[in-house]
Structures are given as C-alpha cells and as structure tokens.
C-alpha cells in the first residue's frame, strides 16, 4: 500500500475530544500510566518477538536538575499486530470514513475550517458533527472493529497490570487525519483532558517530539521520535503533559509533522 503522503494517527485515552474548546467525551483519570507500567509491557512485547524502543524522557534534561518527575515513552515497532491486526486494512478503512473539516473555534468564536488536520472521535455510540453546538463527528466502535479491537486488548491489558482499586477506565479513540504529511501538524502543547495515552500510527512516517520547560522556558534538549506504519506507542502519565500549564515545575510538552509545527531539528 501506498502511504507516502497521509498520515492518521488514532489516540486511546480516557477522554476524546474533536478540537480543544468543543464537546470532550469521557473524563480525565485520577492517574495515567507509570513509567512501571510500560516497562512491564516492553517485556511482554519483546517476549512476543516485537522490537520496542525505550525512551527516558528525563535522560534530555540537564545532568543537574533532579526534581523533575519520571517521564518515559515506549514504542512497539510494528505492535499493530500484536493484536492479529493488518495496520494496513486499518488505514484503509480509516481513510474511508467521515473526518470532520471544520470545528469551533474559541479564538474566533465561530466555525472555521481545519487546515493543520482533520479530525473524529471514536466512542460506543453515533454523532453527527453540530459545530454550531460544539460537538464534532464520532463514530462508533461497533463500525470500526480493528480499533474496537486494539481498544478493549488495551482495556483488558491495563487491567490486568493495575491494582483493582485503581480502576482503569473505559478508553475512547480521537483521531487526527494529517492528509499532507508534509504540510500539516500539531504544536507543542500537553493533554491538559487526560492522563492516559496509548495511540498507533499509520501511512506516512512521521516524527513525535517532546520538550521540557519550566516557568515558560524550554530546557534541556528536544526529544525525537520516529514513527512508522503500524507502531503504536504508549506516554507516561508525565510525558501526557496534563499538568503543562504549571510553570513553577518541570512539564514536557510534544509536537507532531511538518517543520512548521516542531521546529527545525
């Protein structure tokens, strides 16, 4: 299959949302993953034959600074599959569906067309987008069954490795369409909305960075990561970024696509 151009990233998260400032589906976790966390299914998955990628996130600050919180990222090469599942047939089938063009804009106060991206939610139920009312498209589970898949084999996974009073939540799926991958992106920012991020990548390759800063100040240096047709990647709690609008302590932000969005590297 041809993926030169597009790339679709879907994330798995307790909470979704279409563009900042509209509907949000789902509600934010008490705690997101540890770094434990993803070290113990890096084990599991090398087990299964996979190639898994371990990123300290802290490793890029200065030697110094030790009261920064733990912060890692893990990568499964190709872990689409861990689930019998074709990343193929699955960027085929998302290219297919209905992806929202426009949204509401809080800069602007009205409905404006989306030119970085494009964008659906994904959820146990059917919408179509009102933009006038803030809600964007969301599609079904029960109409996407690869995500509905990889969706509950995350469910069951994090269950299993969670302590039962921590109770893993149910995971919604948001997907971002970046149909020119040499053009289209997303800026640094945290996911202020959740503490849990799990996501895939298919077609285009295309780079996720991550940044430290504190009280508005970038530190340290810029973390790169290179993802393909078929990883899926999992965020620390830390690297999610929920906490990155508190500028007295050390906060990562990340970035994804063309240059406009992450810099030039």
Known sequence: MDVSKETITITFGECAENHI???QLGKRNERGLSVRDLQLFQESCQEAGFTCEFI???GKLPADIEQADSAAVLVVRGGWRLFDLDPDVTFATLKEVTWDTKMWSQKHGRVTNKLARHNICVANFRQVADFEQK?????SFDDLPDLKTAKESFELLFRQLWEPEDKFPELFAEGNRYYDASKCGLGFHGDSERRIVVAARFGASMKIVFKWYYRHETVGDISVINLHHGDIYFMSEKAVGTDW?????YTLRHAAGASKYIGTL
Do not use: E, P, T
């Not at 809600?135 to 599609?139: A, Y």
């Open 21 to 23: 400032g509209m509907q």
């Open 56 to 58: 300290n996130l802290n």
């Open 135 to 139: 809600k964007g498209s969301v599609h």
């Open 245 to 249: 609008k508190k500028s007295s302590i």
